[in-house]
């Protein structure tokens, strides 16, 4: 059978969510699938960005990452989301990308993607299951399927529990507080394994 095509889109200021994202394109690559990862367009001004040294750093570090596209949400038969909370809600670089998908969805190329979602905070109560819910709702008016990783593996539990989509405390010096490298690689696996189911359905 084809090879499932998953794209990873994700948007990262100081870079945990590109780390992310790489966690989950580890694990689509050990299951066979094709992947893309894509970062959302900036819109930040350089002086926000510039009065964070990480945040430059991470800019400069991803440069060559491309920049997801109508053209990539046509191509993915599945898509992984990965993105900070910005007060309990996406950040505005993901929404925009988002917004502007209102051609793809009226010609109906959205439906049936299948999609899956993760999160980090700079605190472990810090919005990320209600921004991962917020994305999922756009999804919904898409028609898309959600798989969330739900309790379907031992290491959402090591990761610290979510059900909605593997989340991520950012701590003080930067890096990731909880182990999820198995989390966000189980999660990778069920979202192509179920973008495989409707391929072969179709």
Known sequence: MEKVKLAVIYYSSTGINYKLAKMAEEGALEV????????????????AIDSNPAWRANVEATKDVPIATSADLDWADAI??????????????????????????????????????MASAGNPN???????KSLYTSMMH?????????????SI????????????????????????????KHQAKRTVEVASWIKKGK
């Not at 990965?82 to 959205?110: E, H, Y």
């Not at 919005?127 to 991962?132: A, I, M, Y």
């Not at 090591?158 to 490298?181: C, H, I, L, R, W």
């Open 32 to 47: 066979g699938a094709e992947v893309r990862v894509l970062k959302v367009q900036e819109l930040a001004p350089d002086a």
């Open 80 to 117: 992984i989301f990965s993105m900070p909370t910005r007060f309990g809600n996406l950040p505005s670089q993901m929404k925009q990308f988002l917004d502007m998908q209102g051609g793809m969805w009226a010609q109906g190329k959205l439906t049936n993607k299948v999609v899956s979602a």
């Open 126 to 132: 810090g919005g990320q299951e209600v921004t991962v």
């Open 142 to 154: 898409w028609g898309a399927i959600i798989v969330p990783p739900g309790f379907t593996d031992d």
């Open 157 to 184: 539990y090591k990761a610290g529990g979510n059900p909605y989509g593997t989340s991520v405390t950012q701590g003080q010096d930067g890096n990731m507080v909880e182990d999820v490298n198995d989390a966000v």
